[in-house]
């Protein structure tokens, strides 16, 4: 990201700058901030799903700005796993329909699937390397699920495929710190045998030893609210 300006409309309006941040392939990067201080603006600059006012986002080679949006969303299902703070499970689908659904819009992902063994068989592996059964759960629907078996099949749905890189959002903020533990050692496990850059946000310090860089928000951006 260079010289990037992104300003949310509204009362009070959110303003956010960075002169400059850049993450390598391979890295555990943990990004640091108080609860609502613009890590999660962040994340949707690097994901594309928002775009500068000014600025750069250049990611594996492409600058995300010059993309129409739907060529930003299909580069996004490609090139990234999202684990979003609340999961974003669909409630009726099974656990294996949500695993899945990625390779619903990624090409790659699903060559990369299909390559090795078949679709299911991948998604109920990533379900047992993070934790959980597959043949106890599989055929559930995601509603009945408890927090934590639903955090570690959103995990798997970002992983499936071996997506170049994995953003989680607060994944761990509702697990005690036991669960928190448990969850990242399987989830930087997964990542590392993909080959996948992982950027987590979180205001969590207690999590820093964990990764490989520790970023604080205030470090490389500087933001700004209007008073209504």
Do not use: C
Not at 44 to 59: F, K, Q, R, Y
Not at 76 to 94: D, K, S, V
Not at 113 to 142: C, D, F, T, Y
């Amino acid at each position: 990201m260079r010289d990037v300006v992104f300003t949310w409309p509204g009362r009070p309006r959110f303003t956010m700058s960075i002169d400059e941040f850049t993450v390598e392939r391979g890295e555990r990067l943990l990004l640091i901030g108080p609860s609502g201080g613009g890590k999660s603006t962040l994340l949707s600059l690097l994901a594309g799903i928002v775009t500068p006012d000014d600025g750069s986002v250049e990611i594996l080679g492409t600058n995300l700005s010059q993309l129409s949006p739907a060529a930003r969303d299909q580069f996004r299902a490609e090139h990234f796993g999202i684990i979003f703070q609340m999961f974003n499970l669909l409630p009726y689908g099974t656990v294996i329909d949500n695993v899945l659904l990625p390779l619903s819009f990624s090409k790659s992902r699903r060559d990369n699937v299909e390559r090795n063994s078949s679709a299911a068989g991948q998604a109920a592996r990533l379900l047992a390397s993070l934790g959980l059964q597959p043949e106890q759960i599989a055929k559930h629907r995601a509603s009945s699920l408890s927090v934590g078996q639903q955090q570690r099949v959103a995990a798997a749905r970002a992983l499936i495929g071996g997506p170049e890189l994995i953003v989680a959002d607060e994944p761990t903020s509702s697990l005690d710190r036991i669960s928190q533990q448990e969850f990242l050692e399987l989830l930087f496990n997964d990542a590392g045998k993909a080959g996948s850059t992982l950027i987590m946000v979180s205001h969590d310090e207690t999590l820093a030893s964990d990764f490989t860089r520790v970023v604080h928000l205030d470090d490389i951006a500087k933001t700004e609210r209007e008073q209504s």
